[in-house]
Structure formats: C-alpha cells, structure tokens
C-alpha cells in the first residue's frame, strides 16, 4: 500500500493502473461506475456476506471482488487496533506476507488523514499532498491517484477503502462509501477484532462521554458494552391460518413458562428475600389469564400470534402510562418483559444472553429491563447495568442487588450514546457512566477495581477479627439494612448484628399496604436470618422522598421537614398499629428492638409508647406468646429534641443518632441541593460540642447511644466519632471493612486527647487536621 493511514479502525485500499472500471474509461473526471455495476457488485457482496467461512475469509473475498469488479490493481482493508495502530487484514494486490505484518501508526500518511477526519478523499496526485507516504514492504508500485472512502458505523470509523491510481468520479465515491456500510457490519461484528479493544481504539470519533443518572447500587466496573434489544420486527400481521397461530401461540407461551421456571431454579442460591419474591411474582404474571386470554381473543380476530402479543403490549402500555400510580408504572417493566419474551419464542429465537456470543465480563446497557431479563445474563458476568428508565425500588435493581451488580438509571439516551463493544465504567457510587475512557483513565479505572478487590478480599480476612482499637476499646459494628437480601451481609462482614432495619423500604416494592399477618411473615424471616443476631427494627419512615405508592400524597415546598415518619404513624395511628402488632408477634420468645423515628419532642414519643403498649396488652390477651423482653429506642434527628434529653433517656431503653437529617436541620441546610452539598462540615466544632453533650448525658441515665447515619461509615468521620466516644456504629455493609481496619490501627485515648486540643477552634472544618492527624499517627483510612 503506498499510503500510510491515520485514526481508523480498519481500511481498504484499490488500485488500478490500467484495464476497464465500473462505467466510462478511466481518467475522465465523469468516470462513474454504472448503476447495473453498481447493483451487480452489492448482490455479489451480499452473497459473500451471506456465505459460510470465517470473517476473515469473507473479509479476503470482499478484497477480491472489489479488485475485480472495481478493475483495481490493489484493494486492501486496513483495521484499527488498540494503541491506535493499524493492521493491514486483507489484500488484492499486495504481498501476501503483509497481511498481519504491515501496521501504521494513526496519524500517518493519506489513510490516516481519511480516517482522522472521517471524509472520503479523492487525489488526483496524491504524492503532492504533503501527508503522503510510501511503504515499500507491500510491494506495491508508486502510484499518483487516490481514493479512499471511511466506512462509518454509530458515528464510530470503523474502516476505510482506498482505491489507486486513477481518477475517480462522485457517482464511484458514493458507490465504495455503500460498499463501506456493508463491510462495517463485517469489521463490527467482533469476529475479526475482539469488541473490548475495538472500543479501546480512539480517534477522533471516538471522544470519552460522560453520561449522569441515578444510583440503584452502589459500586464500580469496567468492561465492554452488551446492548439489550429485545424488541423485534413483526413481518407478518394478518394471520393465514388462526387455528395454526393459536398452536404457535400455545407453545410459545409454554416454552416462555418453562424457561421462567428455570430461572426460578437456578436462583434459589439468592435465598428468600424480595428476590426470589419478585420471581415468583412474575411467574404468576406470565400465568395470568386476563394477559393470556387478550392475546388469544386478537389472534381470533385475524392477527397473527406476533401482531396479537404486539397489540395487547401497546393497550398495556397506552393503558398503564396514564396512571399516577408510581409503583404501577414500574410493574409496566415486568410485563414489557413478558411481552419481549414470548414474542422472541413465537420467533424461535433465543432469548437475552441465550443469543450471540457474548464477551465472559461485560457492562450490560438498556433502556429498561424486568427482573427474568436480567437473569438471563446472570450465568454470565455482568459486571454493570446502565439503564434509561428505573428507580430504587425496581424489581430489576432489587435482584441486581442480590448479584452485587453496580446498577445506574435514568442515563439518558444510553442506548444510543452507547455502541457495542464501547469500554463503559459504570460508577454506582457517584451515578456516573463514563464513555470510552482514554487510555490514562481507563488503566486508572482498572486499578481502581483492582484495588478494590484486593481491598475487600483484605477485609474478608478481618470477618472473625474483633473491632478494636490499639488501647483495647472494643467498637460493636451493626449494619443498616432495608431488605431481606441485605441480611445476608451480616455473616458475611462479621458484623455483630443489624443497628438500622428501614422497615418502609420492602413497602416501597408493594402494590398494596400488607396486612398484620404478611409484615408479621416477613418480619419473622429477618429474625430467622440473623440468628442469635439483634435486630433493630425502626418504625416506617415514610413521606419525604420515600412515598407509598398506594398511598395519597400531596406534594409539600419542603417535604423533609414535612408530614412524614412519626407525625405520619401518629396521625395515621392504624397503620402504625398494624406494624407494631406485626413486629410483636414476629418476636414471640425473641427480644424486639424498635425505635421511631422523626421524634421531635417527648409528647410524641408518649403517644407513639402507648400504641406499642396497647398491641402488647392485645396480643397477651389474644393467647399470643410475647417476646423475650421489648427495648424501646428513638431516632434523634430533630435538633428540639436536644433540650428534652434528661426527660426522654428517662423514657427509652437506647438511642441511635441519625445524622443524615439531625445535620440538615442542625445547619439550615438541604442535604439534596447542590450548592450546600459541601458547605458545612460534619466534622466541625458545632456537631463535635452537639455530640459531646448527647454522650455525656446517655452515659449519666447508663442509656445506649450509636450512630446509624452516612457518617459512621466514612473512615474519618468514624475516627473522630470513636475519639469522641462513640462505642457503637451502624454502617453499611460495603463501608464496613474499610472502618474496622481504621479501628484496628486508631488509638482511642490518644486521639480523644488531640480532640479536647482542636475542638475549640473555630475553624470551618477540623477534617484536615482529622486527616493529617491519621497520616502522623499511621491510622488506616
């Protein structure tokens, strides 16, 4: 090849000093190949497209036909590698040996000038441009004339074809770029080159994207893109024959359930918990009659069995998408998925990760997904979701949480934005999806992840180690936890029990309030999982930004200091009522730990005291067994409660700190808005003297205090927390490893002094002196 390319995934080039080309003699500036050349080459291609071998073979032909029809001496395909490095693939022309040996460095040459700018380009003397270069290895003669055409795929260059040495009209242009759309669909299939390092090649088309959505889990994975496209294209929506539609239908619709019963099968290692629930729930929607029986009455009327499950699909949708109801347009996901199920079985295709050959780790992408869709991929590695729709409480992101998947929604336009193969980051923890990363951030990111894993197997080595401090001053370490799935962390980190069980969050996952007996069964299974374990229940903590979806709400200017949690139980009293009863007859011969939350002064947690008293005193005189012993505790978040402790600790068996909210009011400051994200400093003189004051008075009434907001689980934050005299701390599980290894490597003593030294500066924040003080003192963070 005479010519050197740039940025292009692959190339091809012709050449042709003599003989006949498609249409009139060469070198007349209206030379054009004729459209029934034109039309008899692209029926060749498809043929070669269409015809058995390997890629490679198919790739070597299309070089040859090219060649031939075009009447070109040479034609060869240049393909882009990682290092933006291209690598001659197939030949007409050129020595054979050069093929896999000749490779060019992007930015060389007329190929690379093609490829660089993603333009065709035509030279009648292509030595005089000042980017020509000569490669003698090839073998090819010297040439003047050029053509070359960039084969374009997702706003991607995927392949260039060139053609030399003679002059070439518009019309031929447009014929090779046609002939380009056919052989990217070759170069984009991931038979020639690996699709992760197709991705990895960047140009100029190839710009690192960062796309923002919203966390459904938390953590971080690389790998290359699988989109999910389960949608197909009906052909045929008049039915010949309906008794023969009516027997496609009822196979499709028992192959459907057959393979969701094997799903079933193969997830029973997730355990009971809302996983497993919100299979069998989905069991029963590909059973329901009334869906069933739609899609039969419209194969009766005409429609082929394709068209009837397409029709009902759309009525479905239409119907659900007019709804308020929040939780009911999230189940519209569930039957999406049903609906692209059966119609791939009515095609006798496969299914999600069943069809096509898949990379072993990759980034799953789609606009939206149910629970069944995602376990088709789950016997693969998926190491991320990204998805357009979906919140936290989807059913696919509650069993993405189950496989500790890292899952982001409502990225928008990420199906479009998103080619396959694309190298994507998923961070979970910042709701961040990065796009074809350069190559500094992409190694960043691998060693990241890789840290990360050498870090959590670390921790994993810390399970059955106790917290505690150099000084001997044992930490007691709980998790919070709002699922059933959740509790299966608890053995898993070592933790000694749970300190927060959001109880409104497996609420949020329902189409309907449960009664007495349900949340009394579910109740009874987290007892059953955490064993010898405690279990802290707190009492629902609904409104604000956790809205029942069955339940009517009107909105509020400031719904966090509105009507939510205990104003809402007390004003509401059967509801809470009803959960109190449940948790009573779930602890029978077992010890009940529930708080309230949202406490604001003693009266309310008198009212809310006398409920539970009143379902005790129900439950003895109905012959239920009571529990072991009832500790009663409150949540202190609002800063009024402050002035009334000498009167609550009187009246409580423990208290837990929530410093999520007790921050926001304590400083006048919405933890939601941006612009005051990082204002005030939780590690500041004003929380330091607040928690001083909290300690001192729960250690005179000998009361239990902990920590069970976002700050016992940041490392700094816990350090100063354990300083001051914190014994107990309620985290995450994923955060738990990170604090007990500080534990381990703090000095209590030694630190509470530094503390008495600093708290009374008044600086805006003490983290940096918190942070140098760990540096100094070898503390782990």
């Avoid at 090849?1 to 249409?23: C, E, H």
């Avoid at 009209?169 to 669909?185: K, P």
Wanted: glycine letters at 8%; proline letters at 6%; one cysteine or more.
């Amino acid at each position: 090849m005479n010519d050197v390319p740039a940025s292009a995934p692959a190339a091809a080039a012709a050449s042709s000093p003599g003989g006949q080309p498609l249409g009139p003699r060469p070198g007349s500036p209206s030379a054009s190949a004729p459209p029934t050349g034109t039309r008899r080459l692209l029926r060749r291609l498809r043929d070669v497209m269409a015809a058995a071998g390997t890629a490679q073979e198919r790739l070597d032909r299309i070089v040859r036909l090219v060649a031939a029809e075009m009447v070109a001496e040479v034609c060869s395909t240049y393909v882009l590698r990682a290092g933006e490095v291209l690598e001659l693939f197939a030949t007409e022309g050129l020595r054979p040996e050069a093929v896999h040996r000749t490779k060019l460095r992007v930015g060389e040459g007329l190929v690379g000038v093609i490829a660089a700018t993603a333009r065709p380009l035509a030279l009648a003397d292509a030595q005089a441009h000042p980017d020509f270069a000569y490669r003698p290895e090839t073998g090819e003669e010297i040439y003047h004339s050029l053509m070359g055409v960039p084969i374009l795929r997702g706003g991607r260059v995927l392949v260039v074809i060139i053609r030399t040495p003679r002059r070439y009209a518009e019309d031929e242009i447009e014929t090779a770029q046609t002939i380009a759309m056919i052989v990217a669909e070759l170069i984009a299939s991931g038979e020639l080159v690996n699709p992760v390092e197709m991705a990895q090649s960047s140009s100029g088309a190839l710009l690192p994207v960062r796309l923002d959505g919203i966390r459904l889990n938390a953590g971080l994975a690389i790998g290359p893109a699988v989109l999910h496209m389960p949608k197909l294209v009906i052909r045929q929506v008049v039915a010949e024959d309906i008794d023969a539609e009516l027997q496609r239908l009822r196979r499709a619709v028992s192959a459907m359930q057959s393979s969701i019963d094997d799903l079933i099968a193969a997830s029973r290692g997730l355990g009971a918990g809302e996983p497993r629930d919100i299979l069998e729930t989905y069991r029963m929607f590909a059973a329901d009659r009334g869906w069933l029986g739609r899609i039969t009455e419209a194969v009766q009327s005409g429609l082929t069995a394709e068209a009837a499950v397409q029709k009902i699909r759309e009525e479905t949708r239409t119907r659900m998408m007019q709804m308020a109801d929040p939780y009911l347009r999230e189940r519209l996901l569930d039957l999406e998925d049903l609906a692209n199920r059966l119609q791939h079985y009515l095609a006798g295709g496969l299914v999600g990760a069943e069809a096509g050959n898949l990379p072993a780790e990759f980034i799953l992408v789609a606009q939206s997904m149910g629970p069944a869709e995602l376990l088709d991929y789950a016997h693969r590695r998926v190491r991320g979701l990204v998805l357009e729709e979906g919140s936290p409480t989807a059913h696919v992101a509650i069993v993405a949480r189950a496989f500790d998947i890292p899952v982001i929604g409502r990225v928008e336009d990420a199906t479009s934005r998103i080619e396959p193969g694309d190298v994507v980051v998923v961070d979970g923890d910042h709701a961040q999806v990065l796009i074809r990363p350069s190559e500094d951030i992409h190694q960043s990111i691998i060693e990241t992840v890789a840290q990360r894993t050498r870090r959590r197997a670390y921790y994993g080595t810390l399970r059955d180690q106790p917290a505690v401090t150099l000084d001997g001053v044992p930490i007691r370490l709980l998790l919070n936890a709002g699922l059933l799935v959740d509790l299966v962390q608890v053995a898993a980190t070592g933790a000694e029990g749970v300190g927060l069980f959001r109880t409104e969050i497996p609420l949020l996952t329902r189409d309907a309030f449960p009664d007495v007996a349900d949340q009394a069964a579910f109740y009874r299974r987290a007892y059953e999982q955490m064993g010898d374990r405690p279990i802290v229940f707190r009492t629902l903590d609904i409104g604000g930004d956790k809205v029942l979806p069955y339940l009517s709400h009107t909105a509020e200017d400031n719904p966090a200091m509105g009507w939510r949690a205990i104003r809402i139980g007390l004003d509401r009293p059967a509801m809470l009522r009803q959960q109190l009863r449940a948790l009573l007859r779930a602890a029978t011969d077992r010890d009940l730990w529930v708080k309230f939350p949202m406490i604001a002064e003693v009266a309310e947690l008198e009212r809310a005291r006398a409920l539970l008293d009143r379902e005790h005193h129900r439950m003895v005189a109905e012959g239920y067994a009571p529990p072991r012993s009832i500790n009663v505790g409150v949540m202190l978040e609002v800063p009024s409660l402050l002035w009334q402790l000498p009167t609550l600790l009187e009246r409580i068996d423990f208290l837990s700190i929530g410093t999520n909210d007790l921050a926001q009011f304590l400083f006048a400051c919405d933890r939601g808005n941006p612009r005051l994200a990082d204002r005030y400093d939780l590690l500041s003189a004003p929380m330091i003297a607040l928690f001083r004051d909290v300690i001192a008075k729960c250690t005179a009434a000998s009361v239990p205090l902990s920590i069970c907001g976002e700050m016992a689980g940041n490392p700094v934050e816990a350090m100063m927390l354990v300083g001051l005299g914190f014994r107990t701390l309620s985290l995450t599980a994923t955060a738990l490893g990170s604090v007990k290894t500080m534990i381990r490597s703090l000095d209590a003593g030694g630190l509470a002094r530094y503390l008495e030294e600093i708290e009374e500066r008044p600086d805006h924040s003490l983290r940096h002196r918190l942070e140098a003080y760990a540096r100094d003192h070898a503390v782990t963070l």
